[in-house]
């Protein structure tokens, strides 16, 4: 068997049946914000990207949990996901040096670059609203929201400086 079905049964296994089973699904405790900063992507193009960087990762996934969409191939405001997100895998949005911020973190892209535009206004109130959604479903507290370039050891400047962190950190509260 080669690494990856080993790894993805693995998950599934223990994210269905007995003690992981009532720890795997709660075991959530941030969310980390993301940029793709590219003008446009969906689920498959975000995979190709991935597979591209990440040759290695054992799981076949877009590495966030979900994407909005800025209307270029996906809808503006479109909320989307794929597997990952569905078995509740841990994520691969943040570096190495992070791994419980991948491991317990739920990310979230928004397709665009916000490092050189603001974000639509559609899109930020589908981000609210899945934010909120997910702090009060898992009880994550508005201090574990944050944005990947703001979290302690990553050196990235995601989600772009037009992103409006402390606007979104008051819409949530």
Not at 24 to 49: E, M, P, T
Not at 76 to 90: F, N
Request: with cysteine; hydrophobic share 35%.
């Amino acid at each position: 068997m080669n690494r990856r079905k080993f790894l993805i049964s693995t998950s599934v296994i223990l994210g269905t049946t007995g003690l992981g089973g009532f720890y795997w699904n709660r075991r959530w405790k941030y969310i980390v914000i993301h940029h793709s900063a590219g003008s446009r992507g969906d689920i498959g193009f975000l995979q190709k990207v991935h597979r591209q960087r990440q040759p290695g990762d054992p799981v076949d996934a877009i590495p966030y949990h979900y994407i909005i969409g800025n209307g270029k191939g996906l809808g503006l405001g479109e909320i989307a996901s794929d597997w990952r997100q569905s078995y509740h895998l841990w994520g691969s949005h943040v570096s190495a040096s992070n791994l419980d911020h991948n491991f317990r973190g739920i990310g979230i892209c928004l397709i665009g670059n916000y490092e050189t535009t603001a974000v639509p206004a559609k899109q930020y109130t589908a981000l609210v609203r899945l934010t909120r959604s997910l702090m009060q479903k898992y009880n994550i507290p508005v201090k574990n929201v944050n944005g990947h370039g703001m979290i302690e050891g990553e050196s990235t400047k995601c989600p772009g400086k037009y992103f409006p962190m402390e606007k979104l950190r008051k819409d949530i509260a």
